[in-house]
């Protein structure tokens, strides 16, 4: 192969993503969980904004929106796995923090930026997740819908409940300015994903700005429409500065009792997971990416959704990779040959 190598940290190797956000559903369809260990790391922010008519803030009692909009949150946030999440409508601001993230030591500098600033009620709601075997239509079959309160005396007879802090308060506009700026995945470390939401109303419409950090990026149409409980929602995403990249660490195998442990390998090989990605993003004559089934889609049921992933194109098996010894010339070489999947690293 030619120098062309690929950061490697101790036998870890990091692909950056180019493409639309993916989750790991998405790579289970190429990669096997046990055989190819990986972890996505998100990091940057997404910013989604949109509107829907007002007439939905008293489709559910008027009063009782808002309150309905809080179970919604909540169940979103926890299927999703949101560390912290939280919206402001006019001067009220709502907090949903899961229990365990929210009492550990690490995160007294998360409390003191919320309780120590902000005049706050915390509630503490155990919330229930919907029965995998029943046949959940719509809503109540989809993120927004999958987690219910539950209530006191109830019994859940299954450990499939998780217990979040809610805290509420109001708040002025430099209140509200000052505590987005404190609160950021870079600066509170016992988070790893925020999303937060500002709620504006007029006459004409309700107007949203979700902004999403760290581990949680983005959110769909389908979703969006749940969460506001209005079908007829529309949004846009202005700016987003998210990034992703795929983990995979190098899984040592078991040494055999006739081996010295004073032997050493030739060659480090580089994690399967890894090299199985750079097999199929180089099956692309002319481009270096992988395309992924998304399920349904939301206009079309018969038809399905596909996202193109690109790979960096020091992951192509044909980019400049393989020359000819001692000439120099570049080598086209079948992308599925094993040894031709081989990764140069850089350690």
């Not at 926890?78 to 550990?104: A, C, M, Q």
């Not at 219910?148 to 979040?164: N, W």
């Not at 193109?308 to 010339?329: E, Q, T």
């Amino acid at each position: 192969p030619s120098k062309n190598k690929v950061e490697s940290v101790n036998g870890s190797i990091s692909i950056p993503l180019d493409g639309p956000p993916i989750g790991r559903e998405h790579l289970l369809q190429v990669l096997d969980a046990d055989r190819h260990p990986f972890k996505i790391i998100n990091g940057g922010k997404s910013v989604v904004q949109g509107s829907f008519g007002p007439e939905h803030l008293l489709s559910e009692n008027g009063v009782d929106y808002f309150q309905s909009l809080d179970m919604r949150f909540v169940s979103y946030a926890l299927e999703k796995n949101v560390n912290l999440s939280f919206y402001f409508f006019g001067t009220t601001l709502k907090l949903f923090i899961p229990v365990d993230i929210w009492e550990r030591p690490e995160s007294a500098q998360l409390r003191e930026c919320i309780t120590g600033k902000i005049s706050v009620v915390a509630r503490e709601v155990s919330f229930l997740q919907a029965s995998e075997g029943g046949n959940q239509r719509g809503r109540r079959g989809r993120a927004c819908g999958t987690w219910h309160p539950l209530f006191a005396g109830s019994s859940s007879g299954r450990d499939t409940s998780r217990r979040v802090v809610i805290l509420s308060g109001q708040i002025t506009k430099s209140q509200a300015k000052e505590f987005k700026r404190g609160v950021d995945v870079e600066k509170i470390t016992s988070v790893q994903s925020i999303l937060s939401c500002n709620i504006t109303q007029s006459k004409k419409k309700v107007a949203f700005s979700m902004t999403f950090s760290g581990e949680c990026h983005g959110i769909s149409n389908t979703d969006l429409g749940d969460l506001f409980a209005a079908p007829d929602v529309t949004c846009s995403i202005p700016s987003s500065t998210l990034k992703q990249r795929v983990n995979f660490s190098l899984v040592e195998s078991n040494a055999s009792e006739d081996d010295s442990s004073n032997n050493c390998l030739l060659i480090e090989d580089s994690p399967e997971g890894a090299r199985l990605l750079s097999v199929l993003a180089s099956e692309r004559r002319r481009d270096n990416f992988i395309r992924f089934s998304d399920g349904a889609d939301e206009m079309n049921h018969d038809e399905l959704k596909f996202l193109d992933v690109n790979l960096p194109k020091a992951f192509s098996i044909n980019g400049k990779r393989w020359k000819r010894k001692d000439g120099g010339g570049m080598v086209f070489v079948p992308e599925n040959c094993v040894p031709v999947a081989a990764m140069p690293a850089d350690n």
